[in-house]
């Protein structure tokens, strides 16, 4: 295989429980938990989670520690050390700074920390090469943060930060109520991607579209509609699928109902990604093999799916 990447992992639904808890002891946070292994359950989606919004809050607790910049910068430098011992040379990691500023600190500080982090990442382990998105969040009182969110990408738009996305409860907050979000972004022509047609239907894949993006986080909605699916492959828009995550969510009722085999052989531009490695307990290696066990992928079409990322990829 010439390149092992992915383009959708989230930084805080990856984080290794052992760190989390080393976190809490030294930053003196009671967690509601009394061991790492407790801590690694409550991150984890139950096997019987019905909904996003379920899966989501298996967030609030590793949001707890990293209100901190050194617990940021060792969060990403940890992610990108674990892409990297695990064979990936290219990895976008993303995460929503204004979820870290709960103690005081500036989304400037979080962004930069998590940049050191993954700078000295990339210092130790030369075989990777790691970029960072930097997500809003879909919500009615946060404007305002979503806006910095933009501006921080815009201020550190370089070797590392990559591009601006929006995450978080599609169901609540669907797509179109942040044009302004993007077209800031697109004042400043940053580089994006939007998860749309994850909860949200064609139609939010459709607004997602209007700002302009080229990339779309998971955008499995599509299948519900010949005409979308034609305007992706017309557009060359690429879809960041997370098979395990869809399942989770019950985007997908089973893993086998999940439309990726759909997507692919219908030539939509599929790549394949974990999405979040702790909640959804996965990785890039474990999403190929469903792919080969469950959608029987050949090594080719697989290979496929990775050149599909690496062409996607904000960092060139
Ligand atoms: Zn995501």
Redesign the pocket.
């Known amino acids: 295989m010439k390149h092992r990447l992915e383009l ?1 992992l ?1 930084l805080d639904g990856s984080l290794r429980p052992e760190t989390v808890w080393d976190l809490a002891v030294k930053q003196g946070i009671r967690l509601p938990v009394n061991s790492p292994e407790e801590v690694r359950f409550r991150m984890r989606v139950p096997e019987d989670c019905k909904t996003l919004d379920e899966y989501l809050e298996r967030f609030a607790l590793p949001l707890l520690v990293l209100q901190e910049e050194d617990a940021i910068e060792r969060v990403a430098f940890e992610l990108v050390e674990d892409l990297a011992k695990a064979g990936l040379d290219y990895a976008e990691i993303r995460f929503a700074p204004q979820l870290s500023v709960k103690q005081g600190l500036s989304q400037n500080a979080v962004t930069e920390a998590a940049i050191r982090g993954v700078a000295r990442g990339m210092e130790a382990y030369p075989g990777i090469r790691a970029g960072l998105i930097l997500c809003c969040m879909r919500g009615d009182t946060n404007e305002e943060l979503n806006l910095q969110t933009v501006d921080m990408v815009k201020k550190y738009l370089g070797d590392i930060v990559c591009a601006v996305d929006i ?1 978080g409860a599609e169901g609540q907050f669907p797509t179109e109520l942040f044009k302004k979000v993007f077209d800031r972004a697109n004042e400043y022509q940053l580089p994006m991607t939007i ?1 749309a047609g994850e909860v949200g239907g064609p139609d939010s894949i459709r607004t997602a579209l209007s700002y302009g993006t080229k990339r779309i ?2 955008g499995v909605a599509a299948i519900k509609d010949e005409t979308l699916i034609k305007e992706l492959i017309e557009k060359n828009i690429t879809l960041e699928v ?1 098979v395990t995550s869809n399942y989770h969510t019950k985007i997908a009722k089973t893993l086998a109902d999940h439309p990726i085999r759909r997507l692919f052989d219908a030539g939509v531009k599929v790549t394949v990604n974990s ?1 979040n490695m702790t909640a959804s307990d996965t990785h890039l290696q474990k999403e190929l093999e469903i792919l080969r066990s469950v959608f029987k992928f050949t090594d080719k079409e697989i290979e496929r799916l990775q050149e599909n990322a690496w062409d996607a990829r904000f960092l060139k």
Request: charged share 10%; with cysteine.
């Open positions: 959708h989230h995450a998860h986080g998971h997370c999405d």
